[in-house]
């Protein structure tokens, strides 16, 4: 995929998805925040979101643990999915991020129209100015740190949904480890969900020995490629074929 765009300093790189949205490139782990294969929003919705609200949706508060912000989509696709099937539910998002340069050229992003329902800006220069963007029914909070020490700083079993979306295994394997899954592992709900993107057998293999119950997740119209998710407790979600990955014998 050609760039579309030559950036100015410091700007992002864009990136056209297969979905008509764009994602962009990181330099620092050479690769794109999203597939652009099957689209940055497709993505976010098939892979994360639509899985998580639907393991969660008896949930009147969901704590959504989003690694990492990035550009920002599976924090912002949650708020759009709520509002497009008006749920009553309230949702918590916490989210480190290693770039600063990050928030402030997402205002200026060129977001899918989908998320014009939101208002965008508002919770943009919010995280950019704050670090946290509120409303009655929203809260959204942004940690410059790496995601590794934030995650050892969360309570307990305290986290519904974990969009584990970090940069792949190959570019970033600080964020697939067995420790670091170990952490995720103590801070998620006995009810709760983990989903990705990442097919890995290593990675699965680094949850499994954390005790997680790992399904291979495919929707059933296949709109996307298939990703994985994660749980305490067996999972059923509507919509998508689970195959449940087992610890492989000696």
Known sequence: MQILTKPKKGAIELKASADGSFSAYSASFDECYHSLKDGALRESLYKHIIPAFSACENLREMRILDICFGLGYNTLASLYYRQIHSLPVNVRIYSPELDSSLLTNLIDFPYPEEFSKLPLREIVCALRDRGVYEDAHTYIEVQLIDARAYVREIPH????????????PKKNPELWSE????QLYRILTPNGIL?????????RKNALACGFVVYDCTH?????RGGSVMSKCELALPHYHLKRILPQTP
């Open 195 to 203: 989903t990705t993107y990442s097919q890995s057998a290593a990675i």
């Open 157 to 168: 079993q305290s986290i519904d949904v974990i969009y584990q979306d970090a940069f792949s």
């Open 179 to 182: 420790e670091y899954f170990a």
């Open 220 to 224: 059933n119209e296949r709109l996307v």
